[in-house]
């Protein structure tokens, strides 16, 4: 606690520095995206104050994640240089008690915001919370065969689009499939994150999914989740354009899907906001 104290009228210093990079803002720029998504869906039936403290209450949440994530990371991150480098707790920039504490308050911001939007979005807000921490706190999800992945899917995919979506106090079933559409590419995600950290998670004797089924398995299942949530997002805006998927069986470039997924989401909101 003292080392936390000690961090408040530091500002502009380096542990306040520091505190604001575990946040990972950059890092969590897409999830924020899906958030500012599905609330730009439904800004024509609400008001935009209400959008903007769920807005609010998104960012908050996803530096949240991050940053209790870093607190947990340190065994494995020590190990890799690059994630290192973006762990000012495992490059010992930053205490383990200031960056669990300065986490908590982030929680406790982003919960005062959600509060104020509605009930059902308050309560999805604190599931999220919830999944994610224990995603990252002992005994960790994230170390768990399979679990990690649904609960990625769950935290970082379809409950940030339902969280905005609820802004209206109701869902369509164009939103419950995108919902799907986006939980699948958040396994995609989650899985290729873990080939990302293949090596160390290897070293810390970690068992996620990617380790247990292996890196040529892991990169085809990826593959698969991908292409499934872009047929679904192809079929929200054109049925007949589904079929088109089939020519991105023969791409394994993450960054193509990545592409695609943007571009579709950009269509499926003009299509919304017109309609």
Do not use: W
């Not at 403290?53 to 947990?72: E, P």
């Not at 979005?121 to 990252?136: D, E």
């Amino acid at each position: 606690m003292k080392d936390f104290v000690h961090t408040i009228p530091l500002l502009g210093g380096k542990t306040t520095t520091s505190m604001v990079r575990n946040m990972r803002i950059p890092d969590g720029k897409a999830y924020i995206g899906i958030i500012a998504f599905s609330l730009m869906l439904n800004i024509k039936d609400t008001n935009i104050e209400r959008a903007l403290i769920a807005l609010t209450a998104g960012i908050f949440y996803v530096a949240y994640s991050f940053a209790i994530n870093n607190c947990f990371d340190v065994d494995t991150d020590v190990q890799n240089p690059q994630k290192r480098r973006k762990n000012p707790i495992a490059s010992g920039e930053l205490s383990f008690k200031a960056g669990v504490l300065s986490s908590l308050l982030i929680a406790l911001t982003g919960s005062v915001f959600a509060y104020f939007t509605n009930p059902i979005m308050f309560a999805i807000y604190l599931t999220m919370l919830g999944l994610s921490t224990f995603y990252s706190i002992p005994p960790r999800l994230k170390s768990k065969p399979i679990v990690d992945i649904m609960s990625h899917g769950l935290f970082f995919g379809a409950l940030p689009f339902l969280f905005g979506a609820y802004l209206d106090g109701m869902l369509s079933k164009p939103e419950i499939t995108m919902s799907v559409a986006l939980a699948l590419y958040s396994f995609a995600m989650g899985i290729r994150n873990q080939l990302e950290d293949y090596e160390s998670d290897l070293k810390a004797n970690l068992k996620t999914t990617s380790i247990v089924i292996g890196k040529t398995l892991a990169e085809r299942i990826a593959t698969l989740f991908s292409i499934s949530s872009i047929t679904l997002m192809l079929y929200l805006i054109s049925p007949l354009d589904a079929m088109g998927v089939l020519l991105l069986t023969s791409q394994k470039v993450y960054k193509v899907f990545d592409s695609f997924v943007v571009i579709l989401l950009m269509i499926y909101l003009l299509k919304s906001l017109v309609s």
